[in-house]
């Protein structure tokens, strides 16, 4: 089984490469596309996305950012905010290019 | 004007509590043998976190669904031995089946005749000309269609005392589901949910010891939204076996459709069905005025899951005991409010309502 470090330490430049996409993709997709959204903005109790659109986002994840989830990294801390989302998936793909230079 | 009386009202939760989390390694398991389902399994873990439940019932144990394959069989023999555990409750209670002349039971879990009704008037010996009547398809709304039948018949002078019996069996009916096809999003997530349970009560004329509530006069408001047929959907593969299904526009329609009922509610107390968290979390933001009212939902749901048509009195039973039924003497007005397939509004409320729980 695949398991993430989500290291605190990790540099806010390489977590938050992944904030600009998502943000774009949540506001046009849930949000209608007029609303802003901070990194911090809590995304499930809100209800900006839920059970039915998760589904959405793991797909707009894997096709457009390249970034495969495993399944037990689907839960709900992990979605809370954009920076969660973000940050893992920093560490998910950090964790590809080692397997993959190695 | 003569008052109407609710007495013995009793909640029966179904024989079996399991854990959230088992219910979802069990969908998991089921899932696994589909290839095609792959990408809705991977999505359980977060559902079933995220549906906030600890626990749900079901009334036939989780080894029994699992070596049956009489689905239909299973689940109908389910909600009546659900439904006889709570017309037991309320005969312990202290009402007598002889004295029963007219027998309301709304359930959506069974299916077939003889009636559900007939089939506990006979077993409990009712009167032989007992009115006995059956509400079916209404869903998480079963019980505010269910009080207001019954009441009518009450109020009318058609019967003098009605049992009103709100039974579903939701959680087993999908847990005993044999998947031969990958579920969808939506009906992953009414899966999730889906809980067994029973909740009953007498409505009568006279005054009882038994009372716990007592009022003036019923009424019920409905309002069906349009164009949302297709969202509440409980569809039947090939195998005969259907699954409930919530589609994702409910949550765009909720706050437009039912916002305003609720703002502009008259003062007093307020069971609200809980049908589930994300719902339930936007009508607590959108109405503060109806926040404690939420909660409690919300605490019904954790405890025991989505009871289908049971629950809107599980949560007024809770109210009645609560702090909230301090509402009842400011306002005098009991709302029981529930959505319904359809989708349905639908908000009975109980006016110059008096509350009796001890």
Known sequence: MQTINHTPALSSTTADRFLEPLSRFIIREFLHGDASLTPETPLLEWGV??????????????????????????RPDNFATLRALSRMLAALDDAARVRGAA | MSRVHLSSLVTVAGAHTVPQAALGESMRHQLARLPEAAGVAQMITFVYARSDIRARHLELAPDELERRDDWYALTNEATFRLACRALDAVLAA???????????????????????????QDRYRLP???????????????????????????????????ALI??????????????????TMSQ??????????????????????????????????????????????????????????????????????????????????LAMHPGGKALMQLLRARCPDHADAAELA?????????????????????????????????????????????????????????????
């Open chain 2, 298 to 358: 919300m605490a019904t749901l954790r405890e025991h899951g989505n009871l289908g048509a049971p629950s809107a009195l599980w949560v007024l039973r809770r109210a009645l005991s609560s702090e909230l039924a301090g509402a009842l003497d400011r306002g005098g007005r009991c709302h029981l409010f529930a959505l319904a397939p359809g989708i349905v509004t639908t908000l009975l409320t109980l006016e110059g309502a008096r509350s009796h729980a001890a």
């Open chain 2, 188 to 269: 992953l997530v009414a899966h999730c949910l889906a809980s067994d349970g029973a909740a009953a009560l007498v409505v009568e004329r006279e005054p009882s010891p038994r009372c716990v509530l007592s009022y003036a006069r019923a009424r019920l408001r409905t309002r069906l939204w349009p164009g949302t047929l297709a969202l509440n959907d409980l569809t039947a593969d090939a195998d005969n076996q259907p699954l409930i299904a919530v589609g994702k526009d409910i949550r765009a329609r909720l706050l437009p459709e039912v916002a305003p009922l609720l703002e502009q509610l008259e003062p007093g107390l």
């Open chain 2, 94 to 120: 202290g009402e007598r089946a002889e004295t029963l002349d007219g027998l309301v039971v709304v359930s959506s879990s069974y299916a077939g005749f003889p009636a559900l009704s007939r089939r506990l």
């Open chain 1, 49 to 74: 996305i839920d059970s039915m659109t998760i589904i959405d986002v793991i797909v707009f994840i894997s096709e457009q950012l390249g970034v495969r989830v495993p399944d037990e990294e689907i």
């Open chain 2, 128 to 162: 032989t000309a007992a009115r006995c009547l059956d509400l079916t398809g209404l869903g998480c709304g079963g019980s505010t269609q269910g009080l207001e039948l019954a009441d009518s018949l009450v109020s009318r002078g058609t019967c003098k005392k009605v």
């Open chain 2, 166 to 183: 709100c039974v579903d069996v939701m959680g087993t009916f999908g847990a005993a589901r044999r998947h031969l096809r990958a579920p």
